[in-house]
T-cell receptor, first 112, second 113 residues
Framework: SQQGEEDPQALSIQEGENATMNCSYK?????LQWYRQNSGRGLVHLIL?????REKHSGRLRVTLDTSKKSSSLLITASRAADTASYFC????????????FGKGTHLIIQP | DSGVTQTPKHLITATGQRVTLRCSPR?????VYWYQQSLDQGLQFLIQ???????AKGNILERFSAQQFPDLHSELNLSSLELGDSALYFC????????????FGPGTRLTVL
């Protein structure tokens, strides 16, 4: 079953704009991870945020986590055509070493 | 490149057949996870092995099985294949720290005809 639900399902923006994707989940988590997938290829790990963290940055990526609302957001600043991909949030429960539960993903299209 | 390798990249077979997918984790990683990605079910966790032993099970069918060998590579065996088993199968590995980042291989695309 899907734990995370990304919103929106699809997003199309102009190059240079910022893209924001949201993820909601249902149960308590140990950590939340964001992945990128280009057109049916492998998943690329972007960032992990622990349940006791509220915000994390990595390059042009900013992730927030609100455990009281069971939600997370991924912000990509100054988007580039190469950012076109599907983005998934994935949650780890229990001790954190379990299999990940993925959302359905947000398909991001960056228009040049 | 995540450091996780999977073979083969593509596999086409017929219903009722059996196939084996192979995964080599990143150097030093003891945990291997298998996932299935299909259009209708999305990405689903199947099974986890840690240092040769089964650690956790997800939505894995009884027709599917896996193992992890002493050299830490893992194999996922799919038998009595059905059309609905057509999917991308991913392997991931992690170092099994408490906050374990999982690194995914490129996947094996299975098509059952």
């Amino acid at each position: 079953s899907q734990q995370g639900e990304e919103d929106p399902q699809a997003l199309s923006i102009q190059e240079g704009e910022n893209a924001t994707m949201n993820c909601s989940y249902k149960t308590s988590i140990n950590n939340l991870q964001w992945y990128r997938q280009n057109s049916g290829r492998g998943l690329v790990h972007l960032i992990l945020i622990r349940s006791n963290e509220r915000e994390k940055h990595s390059g042009r990526l900013r992730v927030t986590l609100d455990t009281s609302k069971k939600s997370s957001s991924l912000l990509i600043t100054a988007s580039r055509a190469a950012d076109t991909a599907s983005y998934f949030c994935a949650t780890a429960s229990g001790g954190g070493a379990d299999g990940l539960t993925f959302g359905k993903g947000t398909h991001l299209i960056i228009q040049p | 490149d995540s450091g996780v390798t999977q073979t083969p990249k593509h596999l086409i077979t017929a219903t009722g057949q059996r196939v084996t997918l192979r995964c080599s984790p990143r150097s030093g990683d003891l945990s291997v996870y298998w996932y299935q990605q299909s259009l209708d079910q999305g990405l689903q966790f199947l099974i986890q092995y840690y240092n040769g032993e089964e650690r956790a099970k997800g939505n894995i069918l009884e027709r599917f099985s896996a193992q992890q060998f002493p050299d830490l590579h893992s194999e996922l065996n799919l038998s009595s294949l059905e059309l609905g088993d057509s999917a991308l199968y991913f392997c991931a590995s992690s170092s099994q720290t408490v906050y374990n980042e999982q690194f995914f291989g490129p996947g094996t695309r299975l098509t059952v005809l």
